[in-house]
């Protein structure tokens, strides 16, 4: 597991990615017919389309998962002990990076060729996906919804049968990023049919706004441990 996350996210920052997530798969499913977040379906959808040998159509699903790994890599790159000599922020860098690409996708006239935006958008997910990976004190994913779904059932399976506040809380914020993603997705959607490429600044604006929101918390964090205690007696 890599090492670029010291904190698991608080709720707003879940809140914000999952929007981020569903916002960049909806953007390209509705462009381009490819998904950005969901590579297992860019999977089946490759093997869907080799099998009746329309290679150009498999090709445009199978290179999308191509960037994501290539995004994955890099982000663990950003984890290791011997790049965190020198980088200080990793995560911040790694959302500086996916701001700059996404940024870069909203520039693109609309005509753009539909690989570039792809699987440029892959490698910016992939980034997203590879660094954020726990809410609070629970497992999750910001661009996809099945596993956050799993967590939320049986975190609410688990309330109603134990009554475990903690049970109830997990729910409920599961519950909480999955209707994130959800308008992430409405917007994506959106976006792409009135903006075209242009709708990929949106979501490098949203970015911005969750990594200023993580500055800030961290700031708060770090002044927190530097107060000193007052004394008890």
Known sequence: MTGIKARPESLPVGLLLSLIGGYLDAYTFVLHGVFANAQTGNVVL???FASDSHWRNAGLHLLPVVAFVVGVAVAETLGRPAVRGFVRRPVRVALGLEILVLAIIGALPH????????MSVG?????QFAVFRKLVDTPWSSLLASGNLRGMTAAAHRW??????ADRGEAARLGAVVLAFVVGAFTGALGAHHLHNHAAA????????ALIYMVVET???????????????
Do not use: S, Y
């Open 219 to 233: 700031h708060g964090i770090e002044h927190q441990l530097t107060v000193p205690a007052p004394p008890t007696t």
């Open 123 to 127: 490698f910016a997910a992939a980034i």
């Open 160 to 165: 109603l049968l134990d009554r475990q506040e």
């Open 111 to 118: 005509d753009a060729p539909t690989l570039v935006v792809t």
């Open 202 to 209: 949106i979501a490098a604006g949203l970015v911005v706004i």
């Open 46 to 48: 490759f093997g869907v």
